[in-house]
């Protein structure tokens, strides 16, 4: 099939070389020429485990472009994938998927069908505004299209995008004809053969399918932590109580890590969108939505007093943070917690040092020579007072805690606040141990 998919972002690029991978003819779109260039010869602007990879084996199924008649014309299916992100109210600024709604308009072709699917994470209005800006097209050029305008909201996680794309649990698609809905199970034909369910339902209902869902896996992570600074006052360990929590059938195993909170591009963006409808709409529950951010942020102030009861003042204190990325496995640090604790950090006057496998790019956009930085986690805890683990990456589950111990201060502070380590181990070693 002919696919256009418009925005190169990480959700662009999982789809359209996922899609690529499975034989599709697929053509990206994006207006930053960066990106564009760099995609053109075949290098991934971003971390995403095997993307790089799946981008030089598609090279002769995938075009990408600036031009955007190349990625709309002719085509059986568009996505729209471009940012959603959040303005200062929390309301979602549609002002992407606006633009792209007229460029799709002013490229069409007017004897072709074409399905068009948001996959950017946007309320249900957005699917109103795309036709809008579709139909004064229309109505401006004296033209008549053929096309459908549906919602199929991407659950990709990051860090695993590519096997959750090709491997997912269900495919929601909000559709209403039986034209589109036959061009997405061909589409999809062979996802659902390995088991993945496509479930059809209306464009509204998949647009909000999208936000319940992060709500409840937010609400998860945010509960964990929360039911951990409790078993922290009990001297009790999260970590076992969260697996017998998990086993529980009605709950499962997943998002039950404690952690420094929820980060990423998603998670805060969408509920605080979902908060801001629900406040328009003068419904009770945004105060419960509102609460799950607010909870969430309370875990760097958390961390931040276990330092002061530690250190007293953090003037010039050398503090190490292991992981900037928002998750282990990627290099986006959007929202992420560490970016947090560094400001926070800063604002103390604590002397920083970072080290993350993949995201010091991203890091050093943000902080340049605010901070320091590391080549590898043993350069960055010499000499240092803390050592605080932010992110989960393989490589911060196996430290040289001996090594690491003799090389830092006097009586060094600990954080470990993705539970990664044994409290009664970094004792014994002469680590004063801290964790969520
Ligand atoms: N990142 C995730 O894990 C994830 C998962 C599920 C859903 N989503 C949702 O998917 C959407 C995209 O997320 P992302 O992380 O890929 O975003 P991103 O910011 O990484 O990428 C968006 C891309 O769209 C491009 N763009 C913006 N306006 C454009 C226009 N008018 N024409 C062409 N290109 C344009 C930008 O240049 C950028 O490259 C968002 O709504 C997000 O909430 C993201």
């Not at 075009?63 to 109210?89: C, M, N, Q, W």
């Not at 269900?170 to 993945?196: C, D, H, M, W």
């Not at 980060?263 to 979902?274: E, P, R, T, Y």
């Amino acid at each position: 099939m002919k696919i256009g998919v418009l925005g190169t972002g990480w959700v662009g690029l999982v789809t359209g070389n996922c899609l690529a991978n499975l034989g599709n003819d697929v053509s990206f779109y994006d207006i930053d020429e960066n990106k564009i260039n760099s995609l053109k010869n075949q290098i991934c602007p971003i971390y995403e485990p095997g993307l790089q990879e799946l981008i030089i084996k598609n090279k002769n199924k995938t075009t990408y472009s600036t031009r955007p008649d190349e990625a709309i014309k002719d085509k059986d299916i568009l996505f729209i994938t471009v940012g959603t992100p959040a303005d200062e109210d929390g309301c979602v600024d549609l002002r992407y998927i606006k633009q792209i709604s007229r460029t799709i308009g002013e490229n069409l072709n007017p004897q072709n069908f074409c399905l068009i699917l948001n996959k950017s994470t946007s309320p249900p209005e957005a699917l109103d505004i795309i036709e809008e800006e579709i139909k004064e097209i229309e109505k401006n050029n004296n033209i008549k299209y053929d096309y459908e305008i549906g919602c199929c909201p991407e659950t990709l996680a990051e860090g695993t995008a590519i096997k959750d794309f090709s491997n997912p649990d269900r495919i929601i698609v909000g559709i209403k004809s039986e034209i589109a809905k036959g061009l997405v199970q061909k589409l999809f034909r062979p996802y659902a053969l390995n088991q993945a369910e496509i479930i059809f339902i209306g464009p509204k209902e998949a647009s909000l399918a999208k936000y319940a869902s992060n709500t409840h896996l937010a609400a998860r992570v945010a509960i964990t932590n929360v039911i951990s600074q409790i078993a922290r006052k009990y001297n009790a360990n999260t970590r076992e109580i969260m697996k017998a929590v998990g086993k529980d059938r009605r709950i499962g195993q997943k998002f039950l890590h404690p952690s420094l909170g929820f980060g990423g591009s998603c998670f805060s963006k969408d509920i605080q969108a979902l908060t801001f409808l629900s406040k328009q709409k003068e419904l009770p529950g945004s105060t419960l939505l509102q609460e799950i951010i607010n909870s969430n942020k309370s875990h760097t102030e958390h961390l931040i007093k276990d330092l002061l009861e530690h250190f007293n003042s953090l003037e010039n204190k050398k503090i190490t943070i292991l992981g900037t990325a928002f998750k282990a496995n990627v290099s986006d640090t959007r929202d992420s917690p560490a970016h947090r604790l560094i400001k926070i950090l800063l604002e103390l006057n604590a002397d920083i040092t970072v080290y993350d496998p993949k995201a010091m790019e991203e890091t050093k956009k943000e902080f340049g020579d605010k901070i320091n930085y590391a080549e590898n986690e043993n350069q960055a805890t010499e000499g240092s007072s803390a050592l605080i683990i932010a992110t989960e990456w393989d490589i911060f589950r196996s430290l040289d805690l001996p090594n690491i111990k003799n090389k830092m201060q006097e009586n060094p502070f600990f954080g470990d606040y993705r539970a990664l380590y044994n409290e009664k181990e970094l004792k014994d070693l002469g680590f004063k141990y801290y964790h969520v």
